[in-house]
């Protein structure tokens, strides 16, 4: 068994939406801050979004890299024990396999710089392709 699952990754063309799925088994998600990572061939991995375990207070905004801004939105279901991320307007430059990621004493929010050193426990990802 792995902690983390990614799901909802698949070819579409630039404009499409794609929504991925990050399923957590054997823990509970909600006491956990969640980011979201990718990493193209040749590239370092980078920090997309990241969504706090305080996520439910009214004035919280999540964290996303600029280059996504607008286009993609991360959100969570802790009675599913789960956390989406919503892609839409979908670019080629956006082609990556998408690893999302837990971290036990983070409060990430739109002034957050990511750092993969702030999580420890990943999974295997999911591969996006956006063509053209």
């Known amino acids: 068994q792995v902690p983390l699952v990614e799901s909802g990754g698949g070819l579409v063309q630039p404009g499409d939406s794609l929504k991925l799925s990050c399923a957590a088994s054997?823990?509970?998600?909600?006491?956990?801050?969640v980011g979201w990572f990718r990493q193209a061939p040749g590239k370092e991995r980078e920090g997309v979004s990241c969504?706090?375990?305080?996520?439910?207070?009214?004035?919280?905004?999540?964290f996303y890299t600029e280059s996504v801004k607008g286009r993609f939105t991360i959100s969570r279901d802790d009675s599913k024990n789960t956390v989406y991320l919503q892609m839409n307007s979908l670019r080629p430059e956006d082609t990556a396999v998408y690893y999302c990621?837990?971290?036990?004493?983070?409060?990430?929010?739109?002034?957050?710089?990511?750092?993969?050193?702030?999580?420890?426990?990943w999974g295997q990802g999911t591969q996006v392709f956006v063509s053209s």
């Open positions: 969504i706090s375990r305080t996520a439910g207070i009214p004035s919280y905004r999540p």
């Open positions: 990621a837990t971290a036990e004493a983070l409060f990430c929010d739109d002034t957050y710089n990511p750092s993969t050193l702030d999580f420890g426990s």
């Open positions: 054997g823990f509970t998600l909600d006491y956990y801050a």
